[in-house]
């Protein structure tokens, strides 16, 4: 069953453009440009494209801040903009910049007042809070005010504002952006266990393709404001041709060897394989002086910058 | 019961116990409008020192129209003024946060702001005008009693309609800096006086065009037992506050297509 519906989803903003001191043009820019998309429950979907690709424009249509310029979208069988407050306690929402929490009030009151603002019975409300508690080990600044807070406390306090009524969907736009490794880690791996349970359905957007390959089974790439691949990760590698490596270093220089690349004066030997590195591996056994090997997994920055700028060639 | 879900209610008490961590700056807010309403007060009583008539109204009529605005524009402004902070979030896309949740845009961005500190001026208003009504030797009806509380209610019905309809122009326009003061500001200054004072196509497009003539002109000929030097039949002085439902129906419908409207801004 899906959740997340849209097709034809568009969004054009209307620009003017100064042609000279007294002359402006307006032009009309297509942020979203026919989008189409289908989210099942459970699904956790990661959402990437370049700077003003149209992510954060397409999930503003699909939470209801933004109206479509045409096309159809319907989240949790609601049509956003027209059902707003209706979908509003269905899903939740953490946009990176615009806080959900009172600035001048402690975590806990914010906490507090969410429940009401969103009509949550108390007895659920304790329990998810207890549980975001834990997970997120909020409670050494929840007493603080949100803005002593930093940003990694913040962001963990507004994981926990988005989640409290229990929504059936999560949007995140750039839930890591700014935060420190250990902070990253944190979000991460909260989020992992959010979607483990399956009836989370998480869409988030990010410039961070690490959280990416920890998070998202499935990876929608979008530019333009058109979805240029949709799939996993596994099939984006596929499609670019990106390969595993396995990389031998060796103690003697070799002139040759069958299927290898030589580097090093001789003494690095570079393999491409395809699935397996196991029959590589089994013919190294004779090769004399062998000091390392090393197997690297195909590079996801590698890929995704060469599907950014492709799409940018093939743009008009 | 006490576990009983009140949205509006949290939100005021949030911003109310958000606000009490700033209480010097409360403080000052509240001197300032102090002094402002002081100043109210002072332009009144020179405005009549110089004349003594103002369109053919005595100084005791022309109050009944002063305090009818001053109280309805101040009450108003109680209420729904701090709509103007609206430019605001536009402008930087907060209010991408305040449709994420599930309560009405309007209300969310009213309670806000809790504006005590505007409080002085609604009581000025009131002031104004109880001494304008009871020294203007009004003829007392059980329907003239009726009237000012209608006019009341149309009175602060019709500025917070002004207030809304003009705070919408940011979503179509997000420079639109002080031009909505221009109707609110203006429109008070408007119907302080009797409408026969002004002439031409200003008169016809402030007072009935838009509507500020049925706010403080009519009610208070109407109290007073005057016949219109402009010539409408004499009903039109009890049914002149209606007007504001009219506006406050067209104001609701441009804050709504306004929200729709709302662009956000960047991520």
Known sequence: MSVIEARGLRKEFTVRVKRSRLRREKRVVPAVDGVDLTVARGEMLGYIGPNGAGKSTTLKMMTGVLMPSAGEVRVCGYTPVPQRTKLARRIGVVFGQRSQLWWDLPLRDSFDLLRHIFRVPAVDHASRLRRCRDLLDLDEFIDIPVRQLSLGQRMRGELTAALLHGPEVLFLDEPTIGLDVVSKQAVRSFLTEVGARGDTTLVLTTHDLADIERLCQRLVVIDHGRVVHDGTIEALHARYGSRRRVVVDLDEPVASFGGATVEADGRRLVFEVDGSAAAVVARLGGLPGLRDIAILEPDIEEVVARLYKAATEDAP | ?267
């Open chain 2, 1 to 267: 019961m006490a576990d009983r879900p009140r949205p509006y209610l949290a939100l005021l008490r949030g911003q109310a116990s958000a606000q009490a961590s700033y209480r010097i700056s409360f403080a000052i807010d509240l001197g300032t409008n102090v002094v402002a309403t002081m100043l109210d007060v002072l332009t009144v009583l020179v405005l009549f020192r110089v004349t003594k008539a103002l369109g053919g109204f005595t100084l005791r009529e022309a109050m009944v129209m002063v305090g009818l605005t001053a109280f309805a524009f101040a009450a108003a402004d109680l209420m729904v003024g701090n709509i103007e902070r609206v430019k605001l979030y536009v402008n930087t896309g907060r209010l991408d946060a305040v449709l994420v949740r599930p309560l009405g845009v309007l209300p969310q961005l009213l309670l806000m702001d809790i504006p005590i500190r505007k409080a002085a001026r609604s009581v000025f208003g009131a002031t104004v005008l109880a001494v304008a009504l009871a020294s203007a030797g009004i003829d007392w009806t059980a329907a003239r009693v009726g009237l000012v509380a209608f006019a009341l209610a149309g009175g602060v019905l019709f500025f917070g309609s002004i207030f809304v309809a003009t705070a919408s122009v940011a979503f179509w326009w997000i420079e639109s800096g002080e031009i909505g003061n221009a109707f609110t500001y203006g429109g008070r200054e408007f119907t302080t006086y009797p409408i026969n004072i002004y002439s031409g196509w200003f008169r016809r497009v402030f007072a009935y065009g838009l509507g500020f003539g049925f706010v403080a002109y009519y009610p208070a000929l109407a109290l007073l037992g005057r016949t219109d030097p402009l010539g409408l039949p004499g009903w039109v002085g009890y049914a002149a506050p209606g007007v504001s439902i009219v506006v406050a129906a067209v104001a609701a419908a441009v804050w709504r297509v306004g929200v729709r409207h709302y662009r956000s801004t960047g991520s």
